[in-house]
């Protein structure tokens, strides 16, 4: 099989995969994800099949909907890929690329380091800022019932992953808990300059807010 054939039997079975995901970790979040991969991708020396692999495999099976099982997703990309007859070495590569990318906890090998991994991460986090981030953001908070602000309510940046997932926070405390961060994690350059024009856009986006909250004209 060549590598188009690859890629396009892996967008068959992924979008099969996720025919009834959430809105935020649907097919158009994995196709976001890979386009922004390959973006990063044309800047850097890596192993492009990796890279695609990886982007088009790394959010198959969210453990939200699975009991909080974190091993699922890469369980399901390491069959697949085992059934496409692909190098061992490059299965073992993708599958660290997957866990070390969405998992907060679990047993898995968090020293892992690549090129391809920093690709990954980075197009995943870009997905999380800008208009596409403010997006998902607010989904997810009218998901989960939460105001969208509340000025009583701090954000609160030293809270636990559990807490976390527990917090009933409004939807603006996700901005500095997180989205606001994701810019300085950036790995690579190319993404570290889309990061940096997303990021703006937030600020400005929540200048508008609070200006709009207070009635100003
Ligand atoms: P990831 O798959 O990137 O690890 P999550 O599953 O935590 O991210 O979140 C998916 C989307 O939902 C992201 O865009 C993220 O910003 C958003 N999200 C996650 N937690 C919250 C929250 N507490 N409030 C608002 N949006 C959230
Ligand atoms: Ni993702």
Known sequence: M??????????????QQLANAEGGHDWFHIERVYKNALLIAREEKCDLQIVQLAALLHD????????????????????FLESKNIAPETISHIINIIENIS????????????????IVQDADRLDAIGAIGIA????????KNRALYDPEIAPNTNMS??????????TINHFYEKLLLLKDKMNT?????IAQQR??????FLSQFYAEWEGEK
């Open 136 to 143: 998902r953001a607010f989904n997810y908070g009218g998901f």
């Open 199 to 204: 990021h703006q856009f937030m600020q400005n």
């Open 103 to 118: 998992f907060k906890g679990g047993n898995f090998d968090k020293n892992f380091h690549s090129v391809e991994l920093d």
């Open 60 to 79: 198959i099976a969210d453990s939200k909907f699975h009991n909080g099982d974190e091993t699922i997703g890469p369980e399901t990309a390491r069959n």
């Open 2 to 15: 060549t590598n188009t054939d690859i890629i396009s039997k892996t967008i068959t079975f992924v979008k």
């Open 189 to 193: 350059q190319t993404g570290k300059q």
């Open 161 to 170: 992953v559990e807490e976390y997932k527990r917090s009933q926070a409004p």
